[in-house]
């Protein structure tokens, strides 16, 4: 099951880097990650990607409150 995830993943990576660049492929991912439960993985992308609302809702899914806070506030769409 878990090797069936990680195909879906890398299939939806490279379908959304040929569709999306790879920064909002890398979203994408992040997004599916978070979707799945595997918040720290996707939190670790967005982070990478600088995608600050993303990491947002991530510390909010971890429930660090003020980290969320944090990244929101440095995100470009207040």
Do not use: P, W
Not at 35 to 47: N, R, S, V
Not at 48 to 76: D, H, P, T, V, W
């Amino acid at each position: 099951m878990k090797r069936k995830l990680t195909l879906i993943t890398f299939v939806l990576l490279a379908a959304s880097s040929l569709l999306l660049g790879m920064d909002e492929a890398a979203d994408v991912v992040a997004y599916r990650y978070l979707q799945q439960g595997e918040i720290t993985k996707a939190l670790e992308i967005y982070l990478q990607n600088n995608n600050y609302s993303g990491a947002g809702m991530a510390y909010c899914s971890l429930r660090l409150y003020e980290e969320a806070i944090s990244s929101f506030e440095k995100s470009n769409d207040h």
